[in-house]
């Protein structure tokens, strides 16, 4: 370490406040308070209190002036050594009155004087944006530095041995601490200048889909969206942009940013408590959708702010419907424990729910044995492992042939083909269970899986649509499926049969239940999963017209309507999870409903699980156990050859 040694000190000059590098302390601590006299005035009194913002004024001068008139007193009084030092000391005093300097150039009385001088006021803005800049990073490169050099220097004597290169260093390390914090200063500066986003994230907002789209196209009364947030909130910019998209296709749709806070009157009408909330309302009616005020905790909202968007839109714009599910033959159920393994269709009802409708049990206590109350908008019939019963059997048929709306799912375990409703419908169903060696979703890695079919391939009918469109990424999940096949109605008439979803090529019809394709027992071809039955309806008397107009519920065209799957599996808890489960139920009830119009995809930005084939498997494995090392081992035998050459 470098040292400097001066002349030998007097007993005085040792036991004068010169002797030590702290001695200064106290002109540097006026200094600094003289700073903090400046802002105080500057930014946090009233600016109607002149006569207080001047005080402060005089007392940060005087302090600055002590500290400016000591530092040159102590210059004179210290060892020769000390002198490099406390000069460095006055610099830096200099420096950071400097960029006050600057401060007040940039002020709003000066800028108010100087923009008269400028050709337009965006250069006088320029400027003044520059040299608000300007006057923090030389204020940080003047105070930061100094602390440093004063820490360094404070346990120093002056008069006997100073490290000069000590506080040299000391200096150094401050003004890069100084720089770095300007540079992101300025960075942030520069940023909000621009004010460009670019998100490099996997979180994106969702944008309005094409079901929200023709939803808010069809309204013919106002539907009003608060978002209740204050200014600048990030959730805010968000949400905004969705709902401001929907605003551009139909002016019935209102939307409107209210701050809870400015607004009591209004957020306790609408029974908010809080900003971070979005209320939607139509007539008297409302639906709070609450996202929050950090965009941390609203990432999850916003990625299905579609989805919300529609079950408050079918909730307020619509009636409510219901839908009867049957119960008594051991149908799939809402309790995740019952005794029967993958049950569960909790799920499920959470789905109607999104989609308006009440859901009531049907069995023989509320009257199937007699007939299908009339409120019935839709019948639905999970999975019944027993037959219906006779009575109930012809309250079901009747209910239909009066232009009543079902979804029917059908279970292949119990070897119940239920020809007694199908029949009238013009299908029959086979209760032996489809495999596919390929198309198959993978759960246990043993040929038992084989059954759970995997298949994208969708007819044409309105009920499909969707995942018509988007077969490439969405498939069906069916777990133990049987098949159908169309057949002359049962009873004559004139039926409408559309197979919606078909088995993947190669699906054989698994007999013995060995999960193997047996070569003459069992037949590869193709199979039908599910299928949509329509039938018109004929003129009614006026007694029948009225009678049935609860029941039908004004629906767009007059006529039955029923959904069949050969599989109760696809809607089960664990099935239902698949997007493409989902869309196969949802958009089937929107079209037992009358509501084609309504049927699309919901867009959603959550993460999705990523699933390969076993082929992929095979692939990504053999590649990260094989092929990557051995590209990184003969990358490293050439370059180790290629320098063996050049030295040779």
Known sequence: MALMTATPPTPEQLRSPAALGSGGLVFTGAYLIGMVLLYIGERLVASDASGTRIALAVFALCGFAFAIIGRLRRKAQVGEAAVAIEKRILALYLIGLLALVIYVAQADFMMDKLRGVFAEPRAADRYAGALATLWVVIWLCSVVPLLFVEISYAPMNTFRTVETPRARRSASSGLVLAMTVALVFVTNYIVSQYN??????YFKTTRPSESSKKMVAALSSPFEVT???????EVLDQAQAYFTELAGISDKLKVKVVDQVLEPRLAKKLSVSNNGSVVFAKGKRNHQLVLGRKLRRAKSKLKKLDSEFQNAFLKLARRQKIA??????????????????????????????????????????QGLGSEVPKDAS?????GPRKPFLPGEADALKRYLKDGGRAMIFLDPESEQTHEELLGPLGLKFTSQVLANTRYHYRLTRTPADRVILISNRYGSHASVRTLSRFSRKL????????SLAEIPPVGGGSVQVAFTLHAMPMTWNDIDGNRRFDRGKEKRGRYELAAAVTKKLGKRSGAQQNDKQAKLSKQDEDEMRVIVVADSGVISDKAFRNPGNQLLFTDGIK??????RFIGAVTNEEDVRIVHTRKEDQLWFYLTIFAV????????????RRRRSKRS
């Open 196 to 201: 460009k986003k670019v998100d490099l994230s």
């Open 227 to 233: 978002l209740f947030f204050s200014t600048g909130n």
């Open 324 to 365: 009867y599910l049957t119960v008594g033959h051991e149908e799939r159920t809402r309790d995740p424990r019952d005794k029967r393994p993958g049950s569960s269709i909790r799920d499920v009802r959470i789905a109607l729910g999104k989609l308006n409708y009440t859901i009531k049990d049907l069995g023989l206590a």
């Open 378 to 382: 839709v019948v639905i019939i999970a």
């Open 475 to 482: 498939g069906t999940l069916m777990i133990g499926a049987g």
């Open 591 to 596: 079209w037992l409903g009358g509501e084609e």
């Open 629 to 640: 090392p051995a590209f990184v081992l003969a990358g490293g035998l050439f370059y180790t």
